[in-house]
């Protein structure tokens, strides 16, 4: 299933597939305060044992240059797929932890490099929801982020207008297994087969990450809320028409007949027990890594 954005709210779209036909595609408009940020994980599951980081070493040596000043006409990121030009994710497929979000307090521009070009804005919020985006990499001044409402693409941000948040957990796909497994503090909790994209929709590979929340539009979603994630479909072309401009999703489904198979536009389907368990525990801002297989490391 995709989390299709229509008109200037959040919007759901589902199309399913049975044994390889198409079910009736339908679109239901959602309010935006209806999205929102889930509740700090309780404590209930830490595993303990080291903390694996994610976040790049700061490199010592040439000093990087200040950022050049933002226009104020650039384009401010939003549900829309993103701007153009961003450099991709050294690292899509690396599924160690990634332990640091961070959450813009203000309008900050977004650059293609440390002591690049600025690109983009991006703001507190998307559609009204908090936006809280893993960090992958530091150098003196300049921090990096998985960018949402984009694949495999990371930004650059200076110093300044934003806080950051310690992340505990990681969502880590098999594509060939069919399997999420949620992962906290380093350790494995628990594991659950999915269902994923069809052939033409595969589920995009790479790092992504949670980006909001929202209620079930419909029984079919098995009456559990639904993760929203910042990647979106690799082909939009290949999405029916009225889910173009769609967010790739974590959801559950009204049954678990195709779970294991390539059924969805691109979605990752799992049980409602594992999805419940995922959203009281699993914050906005935790990395989802879809790889083919995961390394040793992982699992």
């Not at 813009?104 to 690049?116: E, H, L, V």
């Not at 507190?124 to 001044?141: Q, W």
């Not at 992504?208 to 979603?221: K, M």
């Not at 993760?227 to 489904?253: E, K, M, N, Q, Y």
């Amino acid at each position: 299933m995709l989390f299709a954005r229509l008109t200037s709210r959040w919007a759901l779209g589902w199309l399913g597939a049975a044994l390889g036909v198409p079910l009736l595609l339908a679109a239901v408009l959602l309010v935006g305060p209806a999205l929102t940020r889930d509740p700090a994980p309780a404590p209930g599951h830490a595993a303990t044992g080291p903390v694996a980081t994610a976040t790049a070493t700061v490199p010592t040596g040439e000093p990087v240059p200040d950022a050049a000043p933002a226009p104020d006409d650039l384009p401010v990121v939003e549900y829309d797929p993103a701007p153009t030009g961003f450099p991709a994710d050294p690292d899509a497929g690396d599924t160690t932890p990634l332990t640091e979000g961070l959450t813009p307090t203000t309008r900050i521009a977004a650059y293609d490099a440390p002591g690049g070009r600025p690109l983009a804005f991006l703001a507190p919020t998307i559609s009204d929801v908090p936006l809280t985006m893993p960090v992958v990499a530091r150098r003196v001044g300049w921090t990096a982020v998985l960018l949402p409402s984009a694949n495999r693409r990371i930004a650059w941000l200076p110093a300044g207008g934003w806080t950051t948040v310690g992340l505990r957990d990681q969502l880590v796909v098999e594509r060939r297994s069919h399997r999420l497994t949620w992962w906290r503090d380093g350790r494995p909790v628990a594991s659950w087969q999915v269902s994923l994209g069809m052939p033409g929709q595969a589920t995009p590979l790479g790092r992504t990450f949670v980006l909001g929340r929202t209620p079930p539009p419909q029984p079919v979603y098995g009456g559990v809320d639904i993760f929203a994630l910042g990647a979106i479909p690799d082909d939009p072309d290949a999405v029916p028409t009225g889910l173009r401009g769609a967010h790739i999703g974590l959801h559950s489904w009204h049954d678990d007949d195709t779970l294991g198979e390539n059924v969805t536009n691109g979605c990752i389907r799992l049980t409602r027990s594992g999805q419940q368990r995922l959203l009281d525990q699993v914050r906005p801002g935790t990395a989802v890594v879809v790889v083919d297989r995961a390394s040793p490391a992982t699992g």
